[in-house]
């Protein structure tokens, strides 16, 4: 099982950056996938997830309007791509997919079952 987030780097306030997951090893495409960000110093909050067939989306209000999650469902790999519009400094965290089989809106990381490792998002003022 892989989950491999990628896309992460530095960008300006008011600035745009994309993340990705690959999800590989499972059934992902049955999978319900999010992404949670850390900052430093602080936990590990819910930003964003995707219903396994791509219908609904949920967005934590700290990012509502700015950010955008999609999947493809591929036939070995799922991709899970975060596009982060009108970044804020408060932005700046590690980036981690994760994949949940949770029949309800997972916002929790403990209703998560698989995660990646992370990407580093730097919004500088």
């Known amino acids: 099982v892989q989950l491999q987030a990628s896309g992460g780097g530095l960008v300006q306030a008011g600035g745009s950056l994309s993340v990705s997951c690959a999800a590989s090893?499972?059934?992902?495409?049955?999978?319900?996938m999010g992404w949670f960000r850390q900052a430093p110093g602080k936990e590990r909050e819910f930003v964003s997830l995707?219903?396994?067939?791509?219908?609904?989306?949920?967005?934590a209000d700290s990012v509502k309007g700015r950010f955008t999650i999609s999947r493809d469902n591929a036939e070995n790999t799922v991709t899970v791509y975060l596009q982060m519009n009108n970044l804020k400094p408060e932005d700046t965290a590690v980036y981690y997919c994760?994949?949940?089989?949770?029949?309800?809106?997972?916002?929790?990381?403990?209703?998560?079952?698989?995660w990646g490792q992370g990407t580093l998002v730097t919004v500088s003022s």
């Open positions: 994760a994949a949940t089989t949770f029949s309800g809106w997972a916002t929790k990381a403990y209703e998560y079952d698989y």
């Open positions: 995707i219903t396994w067939n791509g219908r609904d989306t949920y967005y």
């Open positions: 090893g499972r059934t992902f495409s049955r999978y319900g």
